[in-house]
């Protein structure tokens, strides 16, 4: 088993916190240990809570829902995934392109609520949206090919970088990388833009407007390679908690430039020793 602390544990509060959701608040359809009472005491506190999710196939309404269900009901507003980070690449970057999105009902939801132009004619298809979809076709991929090889026309972007996303119990399904692949290697494009963890794009979308300094701000996921890693290139402390995807050797086995701040074996630990003696918790509960 883990030891509880490995030594390296946050000493001091952040400003705010930004939580991935899968592997770091709940697994499959339970809260972590010591979520609960983590962030309902950041909030007593006063400070914000965001959180984050590279998944497209729920729009942030269903991970309020969701959230809620599981007993920590959450403002819509403070739940970003890669359906909002997508939609506003597209109105800040192509606001005129016309998208062919092979996704699920809630990213195509939110770009028909934004106003964005589709088609899946090929002849008219300015960028191909890749994403994380369980309703993916020959159909589809033959739709990408022709717009992006055949009318040399459309660019290729997607939601996130996901190779599979993890199911409790060891097992999973393939997620957006899988499709980014099949489009690449037929028609020898490149992704131009991968909206998902790590892209900052999703911190800076979701602590927008709380006029934070990064460094005062901690983010915490169980990826290196995208939670970690996004935290550290937007300069936020980075904590990786244990309870996910990732196992303690291959975090003691990261180079320094990859390795997160603080490694914590439960969630809560995210609070310091100090304050967990001034609350009376102990590991026991929560
Ligand atoms: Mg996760």
Known sequence: MDEPTGGRLP?????????DLDG??????GLLPGARRLIEELRARGLPV??????????????????GKLGLPTPVDEIVNTVVTMTRWLLDHAPDAVVFPIG?????????????RMSSDPAEIDIVIASYDRTFTYEKLQIAFDAI?????????ATNPDRFCPFPGGRGEPDCAAIIAAIEACTGARCEANLGKPNPAMLHTAL?????????CLMVGDRLATD??????????????????????????????????FVLDRIDRLLPPAVWK????TENEG
């Open 50 to 67: 965001r959180f984050l999710s590279n998944n497209p196939t729920k729009d942030p309404e269903q991970y309020a829902e969701k959230l």
């Open 24 to 29: 770091t608040v709940y697994l499959g359809d």
């Open 149 to 157: 090889w055949f009318h040399q026309r459309a660019r290729l972007v």
């Open 104 to 116: 699920e009902q809630p990213l195509v939801r939110a770009l028909e609520r934004a106003g964005v």
């Open 228 to 261: 970690v890693r996004m935290a550290l290139d937007t300069g936020l402390a980075a904590a990786l908690v244990l309870t996910g995807d990732t196992k303690r050797a291959e975090v003691d086995r990261a180079a320094p430039a990859d390795a997160p701040d």
């Open 208 to 216: 927008a407007g709380l006029d934070l300094e990064p460094g005062e």
């Open 11 to 19: 000493e001091r509060l952040y400003q705010a916190y930004a939580f």
């Open 278 to 281: 001034e609350l009376g918790w």
